[in-house]
Protein backbone atom coordinates (compact mmCIF):
# COMPACT_ATOMS: atom_id res chain seq x y z
CA UNK A 1 0.00 0.00 0.00
CA UNK A 2 1.32 3.72 -0.90
CA UNK A 3 0.35 6.86 1.02
CA UNK A 4 0.93 10.04 0.07
CA UNK A 5 0.86 13.14 2.47
CA UNK A 6 0.75 16.85 1.44
CA UNK A 7 1.54 19.91 3.19
CA UNK A 8 2.23 23.37 2.85
CA UNK A 9 -1.15 24.83 2.25
CA UNK A 10 -2.88 27.67 3.69
CA UNK A 11 -4.22 31.65 2.89
CA UNK A 12 -2.23 34.19 1.31
CA UNK A 13 -2.62 37.55 0.05
CA UNK A 14 -3.06 37.68 -4.00
CA UNK A 15 0.30 38.04 -6.07
CA UNK A 16 2.38 35.83 -2.92
CA UNK A 17 3.91 32.76 -3.02
CA UNK A 18 3.06 29.07 -1.81
CA UNK A 19 4.76 25.71 -1.64
CA UNK A 20 3.38 22.86 -1.12
CA UNK A 21 5.11 19.15 -1.21
CA UNK A 22 4.04 15.58 -1.16
CA UNK A 23 5.61 12.58 0.29
CA UNK A 24 5.08 9.26 -0.70
CA UNK A 25 5.91 6.23 1.43
CA UNK A 26 4.91 2.50 1.67
CA UNK A 27 6.18 -0.37 -0.46
CA UNK A 28 7.87 1.94 -3.32
CA UNK A 29 10.37 0.56 -6.13
CA UNK A 30 9.55 3.75 -8.27
CA UNK A 31 6.87 6.12 -8.96
CA UNK A 32 7.16 7.15 -12.86
CA UNK A 33 4.32 10.12 -12.96
CA UNK A 34 3.83 12.54 -9.56
CA UNK A 35 1.74 15.80 -10.18
CA UNK A 36 -0.93 17.82 -8.41
CA UNK A 37 -4.28 18.44 -9.10
CA UNK A 38 -6.62 20.99 -7.89
CA UNK A 39 -10.15 21.08 -7.39
CA UNK A 40 -12.11 23.89 -6.74
CA UNK A 41 -15.78 24.11 -5.26
CA UNK A 42 -18.40 23.50 -7.83
CA UNK A 43 -16.03 22.43 -10.85
CA UNK A 44 -13.74 19.24 -11.76
CA UNK A 45 -10.88 18.31 -10.41
CA UNK A 46 -8.09 19.56 -13.19
CA UNK A 47 -4.31 18.92 -13.75
CA UNK A 48 -2.35 21.72 -12.38
CA UNK A 49 1.32 20.31 -13.33
CA UNK A 50 3.11 16.77 -13.72
CA UNK A 51 6.51 15.57 -13.58
CA UNK A 52 8.11 12.16 -14.78
CA UNK A 53 10.76 10.19 -12.96
CA UNK A 54 13.29 12.06 -16.16
CA UNK A 55 12.18 15.07 -15.23
CA UNK A 56 9.62 15.91 -18.18
CA UNK A 57 7.16 18.17 -16.67
CA UNK A 58 3.88 19.69 -18.24
CA UNK A 59 1.91 22.53 -16.60
CA UNK A 60 -1.59 23.66 -17.58
CA UNK A 61 -1.65 26.77 -19.49
CA UNK A 62 -3.59 28.69 -16.04
CA UNK A 63 -0.41 28.24 -14.04
CA UNK A 64 2.63 28.84 -16.52
CA UNK A 65 5.10 30.95 -15.77
CA UNK A 66 4.25 31.17 -12.29
CA UNK A 67 4.06 27.51 -10.76
CA UNK A 68 7.30 25.28 -10.46
CA UNK A 69 7.02 21.19 -10.03
CA UNK A 70 9.79 19.47 -8.84
CA UNK A 71 10.52 15.78 -7.19
CA UNK A 72 13.00 13.89 -5.61
CA UNK A 73 13.13 10.56 -6.58
CA UNK A 74 15.57 9.51 -3.57
CA UNK A 75 12.65 10.73 -1.11
CA UNK A 76 9.94 10.06 -3.20
CA UNK A 77 8.58 13.57 -3.05
CA UNK A 78 7.26 15.85 -5.33
CA UNK A 79 6.92 19.69 -4.79
CA UNK A 80 5.26 22.81 -5.88
CA UNK A 81 6.28 26.19 -5.71
CA UNK A 82 3.12 28.73 -6.34
CA UNK A 83 4.26 32.12 -7.09
CA UNK A 84 2.11 35.28 -7.86
CA UNK A 85 -1.03 33.58 -6.72
CA UNK A 86 -4.58 34.69 -7.85
CA UNK A 87 -7.58 34.38 -6.14
CA UNK A 88 -8.75 31.43 -9.03
CA UNK A 89 -6.25 29.73 -8.02
CA UNK A 90 -8.30 28.54 -4.49
CA UNK A 91 -8.70 24.92 -4.36
CA UNK A 92 -7.85 21.98 -2.74
CA UNK A 93 -4.82 20.58 -3.78
CA UNK A 94 -4.07 17.12 -4.51
CA UNK A 95 -0.70 15.02 -5.08
CA UNK A 96 -0.92 12.34 -7.26
CA UNK A 97 1.28 9.08 -7.95
CA UNK A 98 0.94 6.87 -11.33
CA UNK A 99 2.51 4.03 -12.29
CA UNK A 100 3.86 2.95 -8.84
CA UNK A 101 6.63 0.04 -8.78
CA UNK A 102 5.62 -1.32 -5.44
CA UNK A 103 7.61 -4.73 -6.17
CA UNK A 104 9.94 -5.70 -9.27
CA UNK A 105 7.93 -5.01 -12.29
CA UNK A 106 4.13 -5.46 -10.11
CA UNK A 107 2.99 -1.90 -11.22
CA UNK A 108 -0.16 0.08 -9.01
CA UNK A 109 -1.87 3.10 -10.74
CA UNK A 110 -3.60 6.29 -9.48
CA UNK A 111 -2.34 7.05 -5.49
CA UNK A 112 -3.62 10.00 -4.17
CA UNK A 113 -2.80 12.73 -0.98
CA UNK A 114 -6.12 13.77 1.05
CA UNK A 115 -5.94 16.92 -0.39
CA UNK A 116 -4.24 20.64 0.84
CA UNK A 117 -6.47 23.50 0.88
CA UNK A 118 -4.94 26.93 -1.20
CA UNK A 119 -6.88 29.88 -0.35
CA UNK A 120 -5.76 33.10 -2.40
CA UNK A 121 -7.70 36.34 -0.79
CA UNK A 122 -7.29 39.70 0.20
Known amino acids: QVKLVESGGGYVQPGGSLGLSCAAS????????MGWYRQAPGKQRELVAS???????KYADSVKGRFTIGRNNAKNTVYLQMNSLKPEDTAVYYCNADKVETSPWWYEYDYWGQGTQVTVSS
Open 26 to 33: GSIYSINI
Open 51 to 57: ITSGDNV
